[in-house]
């Protein structure tokens, strides 16, 4: 099992933000979407990454002030990344060890999808109950 296969099957289109746009519209941008990050873009390249987690400090050591920075500033980094061709075991052994929740995909230097914890989670399940099932099919044979 490969990050690209969930790729596959989750599609990837990747909603991001420049590194200049202000924490307010990044938060306008979460909860339109209901995602819990977005990737910053310095041009092609994830310069960062925007979360609910950043939103939480900023807001704790600026107040509402938060909301005017831009997001260079408030922005996880450096970005932890996957390859489309990494397994999806890998990946979830590198989220719970840094304890992050989203990982950019990254292909010859550039970002070709975006990969939650809550997916990789969603991809095991249903390859676990394809499997039970096939066995219990298997058996009644």
Same mark, same amino acid.
């Given at each position: 099992? #490969?990050?690209?296969?969930?790729?596959? #099957?989750?599609? =990837?289109? $990747?909603?991001?933000?420049?590194? @200049?746009? @202000?924490?307010?519209?990044?938060?306008?941008?979460?909860?339109?979407?209901? !995602?819990? &990050? $977005?990737?910053?873009?310095? %041009?092609?390249?994830?310069? %960062? !990454?925007?979360?609910? *987690? =950043?939103?939480?400090? %900023?807001?704790?050591? =600026?107040?509402?002030?938060?909301?005017?920075?831009?997001?260079?500033?408030?922005? #996880?980094?450096?970005?932890?990344? $996957? &390859?489309?061709?990494?397994?999806?075991?890998?990946?979830?052994?590198?989220? @719970?060890?840094? *304890?992050? *929740?989203?990982?950019?995909?990254?292909?010859?230097?550039?970002?070709? %999808?975006?990969?939650?914890?809550? =997916?990789? $989670?969603?991809?095991? !399940?249903?390859?676990?109950?394809?499997?039970?099932?096939?066995?219990?099919?298997? !058996?009644?044979?």
């Amino acid at each position: 099992m #490969t990050i690209a296969a969930i790729l596959r #099957t989750k599609g =990837d289109e $990747v909603a991001s933000l420049p590194m @200049t746009a @202000t924490v307010a519209a990044a938060v306008a941008l979460l909860a339109e979407r209901r !995602i819990g &990050a $977005v990737p910053v873009m310095d %041009g092609d390249l994830v310069a %960062g !990454i925007f979360s609910e *987690r =950043d939103l939480v400090h %900023g807001i704790a050591r =600026d107040g509402a002030a938060a909301l005017d920075r831009p997001l260079a500033e408030v922005m #996880t980094r450096p970005v932890q990344s $996957v &390859a489309p061709d990494q397994a999806v075991i890998a990946a979830l052994s590198l989220m @719970t060890r840094r *304890r992050i *929740r989203h990982l950019p995909v990254v292909e010859d230097g550039r970002m070709i %999808g975006f990969v939650s914890i809550g =997916d990789l $989670v969603k991809y095991r !399940i249903d390859r676990i109950e394809a499997e039970a099932s096939a066995m219990r099919d298997y !058996i009644q044979q």
